[in-house]
Nanobody, 120 residues
Framework: QVTLVESGGGLVQAGGSLRLSCAAS????????MGWHRQAPGKQRELVAA???????IYAESVKGRFTISRDNAKNTVYLEMNNLKPEDTAVYYC??????????????WGQGTQVTVSS
């Protein structure tokens, strides 16, 4: 069993910052790509940022320059540093990890989500 646990969400004023964390635990062989997605009310879930096992990153244009994704492979953890937050960043943020387990095919795992609310 693999579990992703997110933390760091909350309420912040526009222009403020938050850091989200997502730790993977359980029986796993290796973690490939990890990323953050978000879903606002009435909208589709969208990719915010992703990072490969080698450290290559991609960002949605709407967050580029404001958000930074990073990972600590020793801790099986991915982070999302969010700066200069805007009201339009308000959403539930979900962690996703592509994981290889012993004797199993590679698959994606999702966290439960953490709420980020930015007030103006």
């Amino acid at each position: 069993q693999v579990t992703l646990v997110e933390s760091g969400g909350g309420l912040v004023q526009a222009g403020g910052s938050l850091r989200l964390s997502c730790a993977a635990s359980g029986s796993l062989l290796r973690i490939n790509d990890m990323g953050w997605h978000r879903q606002a009310p009435g909208k589709q879930r969208e990719l915010v940022a992703a990072i490969t096992s080698g450290g290559s990153t991609i960002y949605a244009e709407s967050v580029k320059g404001r958000f930074t994704i990073s990972r600590d492979n020793a801790k099986n953890t991915v982070y999302l540093e969010m700066n200069n937050l805007k009201p339009e960043d308000t959403a539930v943020y979900y962690c996703k990890a592509n994981i290889r387990r012993a004797w199993s095919p590679i698959k994606d795992y999702w966290g439960q989500g953490t709420q980020v609310t930015v007030s103006s």
